[in-house]
C-alpha cells in the first residue's frame, strides 16, 4: 500500500467513527444546535489532527481504536475553531472546505454558538470515552491537560488575537512564527502528543514527539500560506488571495516565496530527523512529513 492510500484509509476509518458519533442521540441538545454543530463537523476536510492522534498512539503500540475518543475531540475542537475563525468580527470568509461557512447557513449569533458548543463539548467526549475504553486516568488528565493548553490563551485563542488583533502585531520578521506556533502548530503537536500519552509516552520519546509536531505544525502553515498565493481555490476548498488582501503576516510575506519553501523545507528534514529513534514504527509519521510538505490542498 502506497503512503496516500495508506493516508485515505485512515481518514476514512475516521470518517466513519466520526459519522456514527454525529448520528447518535446525545442528551437533549437543540435540534438546530445540533444541525449546526453537524454541519462543519462533517464538512470533510483533512483529519490531520485525529490522525496524527492516532498516531501517537499507534507508535507507543496502542491500536488507534483506544484513543478514538481523544481523535474525535481534536476535530471537533479544530472544526470550533474554524467556524469561529470564518465570522465576520474574524476573517470574515464565505467559504471552507468548499462549502459556504456555518454563520452564511445559519447566521452568526448559531455560528458562535455552534462552535463554543464543540469547544465544550469536546472535553466531555474525550474523557467519558476514554474511560470508557478502559484508559488510565492519570494518563487521561496529562493528555486533558494539554489539549486545553493548545486551545487557551497560550494556544490557539492567542494565537487568533495574534493574528487579527492590530495593536498586538510587530514587523518583526520572526512575529509570523509566533502567530503559526499559537494558531496552528499548537494543536497539531497536541494531536499527536496527546495520542502518545495515552498510550504511556513520557521522557525522551514525548520529548521527541513535541519536537516532531512543532516542526511538522509549522511546516503546514507554511505550506498553506504559500498554497494561499499559488494553490487552487477549487483544491483548497477555502477562499485565497485573503491573507494578501486583508494585510496579513505570512511567511511568504516575511521570506518571499523562496525563503518560505527553505523553511518549509528545514522543518520537514528536523521533523523526520525526530522519528530516527523509532525506527519502522516512524515510518508513517516520517512519510506524513514530507507528504505534508509537498501537498497541494
Same mark, same amino acid.
Given at each position: 500500500?502506497?503512503?496516500?492510500?495508506?493516508?485515505?484509509?485512515?481518514?476514512?476509518?475516521?470518517? %466513519?467513527?466520526?459519522?456514527?458519533?454525529?448520528?447518535?442521540?446525545?442528551?437533549?441538545?437543540?435540534?438546530?444546535?445540533?444541525?449546526?454543530?453537524?454541519?462543519?463537523?462533517?464538512?470533510?476536510?483533512?483529519?490531520?489532527?485525529?490522525?496524527?492522534?492516532?498516531?501517537?498512539? #499507534?507508535?507507543?503500540? #496502542? !491500536? @488507534?481504536?483506544?484513543?478514538?475518543?481523544?481523535?474525535?475531540?481534536?476535530?471537533?475542537?479544530?472544526?470550533?475553531?474554524?467556524?469561529?475563525?470564518?465570522?465576520?468580527?474574524?476573517?470574515?470568509?464565505?467559504?471552507?472546505?468548499?462549502?459556504?461557512?456555518?454563520?452564511?447557513?445559519?447566521?452568526?449569533? $448559531?455560528?458562535?454558538?455552534?462552535?463554543?458548543?464543540?469547544?465544550?463539548?469536546?472535553? #466531555?467526549?474525550?474523557?467519558?470515552?476514554?474511560? !470508557?475504553?478502559?484508559?488510565?486516568?492519570?494518563?487521561?488528565?496529562?493528555? $486533558?491537560?494539554?489539549?486545553?493548553?493548545? $486551545?487557551?490563551?497560550?494556544?490557539?485563542? /492567542?494565537?487568533?488575537?495574534?493574528?487579527?488583533?492590530?495593536?498586538?502585531?510587530?514587523?518583526? %520578521?520572526?512575529?509570523?512564527?509566533?502567530?503559526?506556533?499559537?494558531?496552528?502548530?499548537?494543536?497539531?503537536?497536541?494531536?499527536?502528543? @496527546?495520542? &502518545?500519552?495515552?498510550?504511556?509516552?513520557?521522557?525522551?520519546?514525548? %520529548?521527541?514527539?513535541?519536537?516532531? /509536531?512543532?516542526?511538522?505544525?509549522?511546516?503546514?502553515?507554511?505550506?498553506?500560506?504559500?498554497?494561499?498565493?499559488?494553490?487552487?481555490?477549487?483544491?483548497?476548498?477555502?477562499?485565497?488571495?485573503?491573507?494578501? &488582501?486583508?494585510?496579513?503576516?505570512?511567511?511568504?510575506? @516575511?521570506?518571499?516565496?523562496?525563503?518560505?519553501?527553505?523553511?518549509?523545507?528545514?522543518?520537514?528534514?528536523?521533523?523526520? !530527523?525526530?522519528? #530516527?529513534?523509532?525506527?519502522?514504527?516512524?515510518?508513517?509519521?516520517?512519510?506524513?512529513?514530507?507528504?505534508?510538505?509537498?501537498?497541494?490542498?
Amino acid at each position: 500500500m502506497d503512503f496516500k492510500e495508506e493516508l485515505s484509509c485512515r481518514s476514512a476509518f475516521f470518517e %466513519r467513527s466520526l459519522r456514527t458519533f454525529c448520528e447518535e442521540e446525545r442528551r437533549r441538545i437543540p435540534a438546530r444546535l445540533r444541525e449546526a454543530m453537524n454541519y462543519s463537523l462533517l464538512a470533510g476536510g483533512k483529519r490531520l489532527r485525529p490522525i496524527l492522534c492516532m498516531a501517537g498512539a #499507534e507508535i507507543m503500540g #496502542e !491500536k @488507534a481504536e483506544s484513543v478514538l475518543p481523544m481523535a474525535t475531540a481534536f476535530e471537533m475542537a479544530h472544526t470550533a475553531s474554524l467556524i469561529h475563525d470564518d465570522l465576520p468580527c474574524m476573517d470574515n470568509d464565505s467559504l471552507r472546505r468548499g462549502k459556504p461557512t456555518n454563520h452564511v447557513v445559519y447566521g452568526e449569533s $448559531l455560528a458562535l454558538l455552534a462552535g463554543d458548543a464543540l469547544f465544550l463539548d469536546a472535553f #466531555e467526549t474525550a474523557l467519558a470515552g476514554l474511560l !470508557k475504553n478502559g484508559a488510565e486516568p492519570q494518563r487521561c488528565v496529562r493528555a $486533558l491537560a494539554l489539549f486545553a493548553q493548545a $486551545l487557551g490563551p497560550e494556544g490557539i485563542c /492567542g494565537g487568533q488575537v495574534l493574528d487579527t488583533d492590530r495593536a498586538s502585531q510587530t514587523d518583526e %520578521r520572526d512575529f509570523v512564527v509566533d502567530v503559526a506556533s499559537m494558531k496552528t502548530m499548537v494543536l497539531i503537536r497536541a494531536s499527536l502528543c @496527546a495520542g &502518545a500519552i495515552l498510550a504511556g509516552a513520557d521522557g525522551e520519546a514525548l %520529548r521527541r514527539l513535541m519536537k516532531y /509536531g512543532e516542526n511538522v505544525g509549522l511546516a503546514f502553515q507554511i505550506a498553506d500560506d504559500l498554497l494561499d498565493c499559488t494553490g487552487s481555490q477549487s483544491a483548497m476548498g477555502k477562499t485565497l488571495g485573503k491573507d494578501e &488582501a486583508q494585510d496579513k503576516r505570512t511567511f511568504v510575506r @516575511a521570506y518571499g516565496l523562496d525563503g518560505a519553501r527553505a523553511l518549509l523545507h528545514e522543518k520537514t528534514l528536523n521533523a523526520e !530527523k525526530q522519528l #530516527e529513534p523509532f525506527a519502522e514504527k516512524g515510518a508513517f509519521l516520517r512519510a506524513l512529513a514530507a507528504y505534508l510538505e509537498h501537498r497541494s490542498n
